[in-house]
């Protein structure tokens, strides 16, 4: 735990200097300070800021303590900086990733029981009702869509309402990847018109297939993609495992912010 702490504020550190982050020289505590906080309670504490804050000045981690109050606002303006460090772990999962094979998939985030839906402030209206096939329930909330590498290292996330399908968060991915890279998938991921346009640009889709599809795949591909699609399970448990039973936010923007924090928290584990 103590390397993982040096290793995340030295990589925090580095970040912000590459980024040439200027800060006011009257702040208590640096931006690189907050970050890794943010993350430690991410990797550790469930997301609790409040007593991750103050285990590490206890632990003299942190020379000064900001109040709560002070310290969330903190990490909001921060938070611009987060998809920077994402992409930069990012970049070494693609280096590693020789076979150049990627999986996409999505889980559910509930954001509060299907019986105070009628209280829940965060988020309102029937945008955020979705469908949980696997365990045949519906759930209220957001849903994250995640493209992990073959190793099942995350390079790329996103947030879509609950009721939004993964055929059309298909589209929203930027997909930034090697030449002739291979994405696979489950079998909600079948569009034909998409792949096409794909293998224009030197990508392959190649989801499962359903069993009325067009375009069948070979059995031995069909077993490859089954098992290359392992991965991108285990990365959803690994992030499940951070995640506490409920996440303590009282905006939306807050809730997005710690469900970010707890996706590159699963990027560190893939690299410290």
Sequence with gaps: MDLQIVFVYCLCDDLLKALQHGEDPQCRVSDAEILTTALVAALYFGGNFKRTHEFLHEQGYLPRKLSSSRFVRRVHRCADLLMPLFHGLAGLGHELNVESLYIIDSFPLPVCDNIRIRRCRRYQGEAWRGYQSSKKR???????????????????????????????????????????????????????????????????????????????????????????????????????????????????????????????????????
């Design 138 to 272: 519906y759930f209220y909330g957001l849903k994250i869509h995640r493209l992990v590498t073959a190793q099942g290292q995350p390079v790329e996330f996103f947030l879509t309402p609950g009721a939004d399908s993964d055929a059309k968060a298909l589209k929203q991915y930027a997909l930034d990847l090697p030449e002739n890279a291979t994405i696979t998938g489950d079998k909600a991921y079948n569009d034909y018109g998409y792949e096409d346009l794909l293998q224009e640009a030197g990508l392959h889709l190649i989801p499962l297939r359903k069993k009325n599809s067009k375009r069948p795949l070979d059995p031995a591909v069909t077993y490859l993609m089954a098992t290359a699609r392992k991965a991108v399970e285990t990365t959803g448990s690994l992030i499940e495992r951070l995640l506490p039973k409920h996440i303590h936010t009282v905006t939306a923007a807050g809730f997005e912010l710690k469900v970010g924090l707890f996706v590159l928290a699963c990027s560190l584990n893939f690299v410290s």
